[in-house]
């Protein structure tokens, strides 16, 4: 049934859409004299509806609906004396179900073909479904004991971070279960549950090999079956993030570009692009991922290129993620502008972030992004209130923590070149400050920090082009060399 766009609870919806936070009574004030208001608890209930109504009719695009709604279709057929198309339907699902590991549903549909056909079922299938039937209750037991193992591991290693429980505690409780474990995992569903176990375990113990070699088992579970993504794309998105950042990290590139390749072939498949959002999600990881192995690599060209390359299809689909996931790739592609020396290129890109003032993204970007601004504005030689921003921006940071001794380096730096025009001094300033940030770099404390924001290589980049200009400078005028 269409319905009009002047519907009170329409109005609603958008009177409520413009607060960040729903307040009743700013809302009574703003819109005093609305019609949506005379009747406000009966077109918050129509609103609701309207709202569930509509989720409901996108998961209706998912298989398990699919599944769902075909057992509405097996009733009408039955109760439309067409036995014969409805069995056939009825095996079809079954084994639809079967091959995504939707056992319970499968079951449930047995149990429906039982109930609607009683006696005409011929015998041959009979024998079928008891011993299908007997199948799918031990997967159904299996999947059930590594859900509630996963769900005891996750409990006790939380409690042990919290530090409410010993580490000898913990090893205790969990290595019976690591060594004997439950009956072996006999599908996938139950193999993914284990993996999840490993994880939890080898994460909070802190073992870094371990927790590698469980997140790649589970990523290889799923890949090997593909029709389980739509049920576990969050947790594999997850998990291949932080598998391939380590990847990365260690510098183990044939594991890193393996990975990808996968992510890659996953955005092409059926199973991701039925999924709203999800293409977007999987996008955004596999282009975030990209970019971090160029600045690995120290590739910023070719960093820039590929940023550039993919804009639109990012511009297509960035309306489907969450803030932080968009402001991931505005803070990269800064970073990269900044490494290259485009300051204009860091401040556009930088805009967003500097102009969101809510406190849920992660602090570490934030403090990066306004680094990088403070960076970019002293590239241009932006003289008015430089100074006052570069101490909001010490403020701002050493409202989370303390500060590293690279950016004590970079403020001490910047407050000195501010106060001085002469070229050679800032020259001398300039490769103390390289000199310091290189011993500082190789601290372990220092190392996570620079991987936000490399000042060493923006301190390098600053020199090049200085003896760029030095070699310009002194190159004689061609035009009056030929006069």
Not at 362 to 389: C, E, I, T
Request: proline share 2%; net charge positive; aromatic share 10%.
């Amino acid at each position: 049934m269409a319905i009009s766009q002047d519907a009170s609870f329409l109005k609603l919806m958008d009177a409520i859409a413009s607060q960040s936070i729903y307040d009743e009574e700013l809302l009574k004030k703003n819109y005093k004299g609305e019609k949506f208001l005379k009747n406000l608890a009966v077109n918050k209930k129509y609103l609701s509806d309207y709202i569930l109504n509509a989720l409901v009719q996108f998961k209706k695009k998912e298989e398990e609906y699919a599944i769902i709604e075909g057992m509405s279709m097996i009733e009408v057929l039955r109760n439309k004396s067409l036995p014969d198309r409805a069995i056939k339907l009825l095996k079809k699902l079954m084994k639809r179900a079967e091959t995504m590991g939707l056992y319970s549903l499968a079951m449930q549909l047995m149990q429906q073909g039982k109930d609607l056909f009683g006696m005409d079922i011929p015998t041959k299938t009979q024998k079928n479904w008891y011993e299908e039937g007997k199948q799918y209750g031990r997967f159904i037991s299996n999947n059930h004991e590594y859900w509630h193992c996963r769900q005891r591991i996750y409990r006790l290693c939380l409690e042990y971070q919290k530090g409410q429980r010993k580490r000898e505690e913990l090893e205790t409780e969990l290595q019976p279960n690591i060594a004997q474990p439950m009956a072996a995992p006999q599908t996938v569903e139950s193999r993914l549950y284990w993996c999840e176990s490993k994880i939890a375990i080898y994460d909070a113990l802190d073992d870094s090999g371990k927790l590698r070699s469980s997140r790649k088992e589970y990523l290889n579970v799923l890949q090997l079956n593909p029709k389980y993504l739509y049920r576990f794309s969050h947790t594999y998105l997850e998990h291949s993030n932080r598998y391939l950042e380590e990847c990365l990290s260690l510098g183990l590139m044939t594991e890193f570009s393996k990975g990808q390749d996968m992510l890659q072939r996953l955005l092409l498949s059926s199973v991701i692009k039925k999924t709203k959002g999800m293409e977007a999600k999987y996008f955004h990881q596999w282009m975030y991922l990209e970019l971090k192995s160029f600045h690995q690599k120290n590739e910023i060209d070719e960093g820039i290129v590929f940023s550039e390359s993919h804009r639109e299809q990012w511009e297509e689909l960035k309306g489907q993620l969450a803030l932080p996931q968009i402001f991931d790739l505005h803070y990269i592609a800064a970073y990269f502008h900044l490494l290259k020396g485009n300051p204009e290129e860091v401040l556009g890109q930088l805009q967003p972030l500097m102009e969101y003032h809510k406190t849920d993204l992660p602090p570490k970007m934030m403090q990066g992004a306004r680094l990088m601004n403070l960076m970019a504005r002293f590239d241009l030689g932006h003289q008015l209130n430089f100074n006052l921003l570069l101490k909001k921006t010490r403020r701002y940071i050493k409202q989370y923590r303390k500060l590293y001794q690279s950016e004590k380096a970079l403020f001490a730096y910047l407050e000195q070149a501010q106060k001085t025009s002469e070229f050679n001094k800032n020259k001398i300033a300039s490769l103390q400050l390289l000199e310091d940030l290189m011993v500082i770099r190789k601290s372990k404390e220092e190392q996570n920090w620079f991987r936000i924001v490399d000042l060493v290589h923006w301190c390098e980049n600053k020199l090049k082009k200085r003896r760029t200009v030095i070699k310009t400078a002194l190159l004689p005028n061609k035009s009056k060399a030929v006069g």
